[in-house]
């Protein structure tokens, strides 16, 4: 019963975000208490957001921690929520292009997922800029955006069924992944 509630709710998800969600299907067939942790534990985690004025710093960083994991299937999956969820399509695609810095709030939140990741020597400016201008709580939630976006990515390229590098689209456009190194 677990494991058919869990397919309707994957396939639903899946549906509603044009997503292929073989992986969690495939989880979900193997252990009912593995696909009740994907389903339920990790996006309790993942989806912690923080104080509301916030919000485009945390999809940044999710978008960056995303991105750090897959640049395909999984990376339009978050710039879908984030179009969602009201995050301005111009400053995503600004993102998306290599140009984070452009990119106001959402970019702060891109480049501070990219320095916390890779311990970067403007982590502790980003830190400060982001508790400063939204709180210690904004912190909290973009740290948790940095770590868990990579949490799918890696999850999925583990069990085989990760995809190669591709566009992704921001509304009609199409935008080629350029992430500065």
């Known amino acids: ?11 639903s998800f899946a549906d509603r975000y ?27 985690f993942a989806q912690y ?25 999984c990376a339009q999956l978050v710039a879908r929520m984030a179009l969602e969820a009201g995050m301005p399509a111009d ?11 452009s990119a106001g709030d959402l970019g702060l939140g ?8 890779a311990d970067g020597p403007e982590l502790e400016e980003l830190r400060q800029e982001i508790a400063l201008r939204f ?9 948790f955006a940095a770590a868990s976006g990579r949490i799918f990515p890696v999850l999925k ?6 995809k190669t590098c591709s566009q992704v689209s921001i509304g009609d456009e199409m935008i080629r992944v350029q ?3």
């Open 1 to 11: 019963m677990i494991k058919f509630l869990l397919k309707l709710a994957t396939q």
């Open 18 to 44: 044009s997503y292929d969600a073989a992986y969690m299907q495939h989880v979900t067939k193997t252990s009912a208490s593995a696909g009740l942790r994907l389903a339920i534990a990790l996006p309790l």
């Open 49 to 73: 957001r923080g104080p509301r004025a916030a919000q485009e710093v945390r999809w940044g960083a999710q978008l960056a921690s995303t991105l750090d994991g897959d640049c395909g299937p």
């Open 91 to 101: 400053k995503l695609a600004l993102c998306l292009q290599g140009q984070a810095g």
């Open 110 to 117: 891109f480049r501070f997922a990219r320095a916390a990741i």
């Open 135 to 143: 709180g210690e709580t904004a912190v909290v939630a973009v740290s």
């Open 157 to 162: 390229r583990g069990l085989g069924f990760a």
């Open 179 to 181: 992430l500065q190194k």
